[in-house]
């Protein structure tokens, strides 16, 4: 694992031990999040995909149910059945 800080001069005595502090922790912050040692917000933003036949709107997935050969997809909520939109 390696750090990295800069001291800028303008800083008084007490300053450089805050300003080397604020790099170091951002630094390893950034190491125990992504495990990569490189900034996590550098890194673009991974899409995930949906799940097939999952209902967003009761967070739960759909079953298939078939006849013949016509299939569904639906899950109960409460009282109400819900089908799957295609």
Request: aromatic share 12%.
């Amino acid at each position: 694992m390696q750090c990295t800080g800069f001291v800028n001069v303008i800083h008084a005595r007490d300053g450089i031990h805050d300003a080397l502090y604020g790099e170091w922790s951002q630094q390893l912050k950034a190491l125990w999040c992504n495990g990569k040692g490189t900034d996590s917000a550098a890194q673009p933003d991974t899409v995930e995909e949906p799940l097939e036949h999952y209902c967003q709107a009761h967070g739960v997935l759909f079953k298939q149910y078939s006849k013949g050969d016509s299939f569904l997809y639906a899950h109960k909520a409460g009282d109400a059945w819900w089908n799957e939109l295609k």
